[in-house]
């Protein structure tokens, strides 16, 4: 079985302060973990995703998530946000083990609102 | 590339009518999944295909129907819309390997009058 949590149905945050969007899951074997992205009245956009190796994964837009195996979790960050970041924010893992079975599981979404 | 595209973009049903949203893909991607969403519930599966010729249920199947008679395309059919079928819906598609993102269509907005 595999499960997603994300803690927050809204972060707060001003203009070119750091960003973190947290993210926890459980899988029963190895997880391969994703971020996407959505603006208003636009589809879920792909921005990074962990498979393997390096704890810590770049992606679009200047974003990167880290990895913590003994926290599951893989939480999203930015060094340094901007008012354009403002979106919805969705976490989504599937597990390796589940026997090609193809069906990630999303988190509720984070909105995510960076204040001028 | 176009991606995944959907049409129609916006529909408006009367309770009892029925529908046919349209998801095309040209990426040569063998699975496809259709999402409804609505407020402060995330994305819900309704059902997904692994390749062509077969569908399956996801989570929240009922009232819904689909095809996937070609590989790029995917169906979804509400034979008798109700006004609990009030969504945004979403398509998307991904490639054999398990790691592989999904890529989303922009979405069809229907309203069930």
């Known amino acids: 079985a595999q499960s997603v949590a994300q803690p927050e149905d809204q972060v707060n945050v001003a203009e070119g302060n750091p960003l973190t969007v947290k993210c926890t899951y459980s899988v029963s074997g190895n997880p391969y973990l994703f971020w996407y992205v959505q603006y208003p009245n636009r589809g879920l956009q792909f921005l990074l995703k962990y498979i393997t190796g390096d704890n810590l994964v770049k992606g679009s837009y200047g974003f990167e998530a880290e990895f913590n195996k003994s926290q599951t979790s893989f939480h999203l960050k930015k060094p340094s946000a901007l008012v354009s970041d403002s979106a919805l924010y969705f976490c989504a893992v599937r597990d390796d083990s589940s026997g090609g079975s193809y069906i990630p599981t999303f988190g509720r979404g984070t909105s995510l609102i960076v204040h001028p | 590339n176009a991606g995944v595209t959907q049409t129609p973009k916006f529909r408006v049903l009367k309770t009892g009518q029925s529908m046919t949203l349209l998801c095309a893909q040209d990426m040569n991607h063998e699975y496809m999944y259709w999402y409804r969403q609505d407020p402060g519930m995330g994305l819900r599966l309704i059902h997904y295909s692994v390749g062509e010729g077969t569908t399956a249920k996801g989570e929240v199947p009922d009232g819904y129907n689909v095809s996937r008679l070609k590989k790029q395309n995917f169906l979804l059919g509400l034979e008798s819309a109700a006004p609990s079928q009030t969504s945004v819906y979403f398509c998307?598609?991904?490639?054999?390997?398990?790691?592989?993102?999904?890529?989303f269509g922009p979405g069809t907005r229907l309203t069930v009058l």
């Open positions: 998307a598609s991904t490639g054999l390997a398990g790691y592989n993102e999904q890529f």
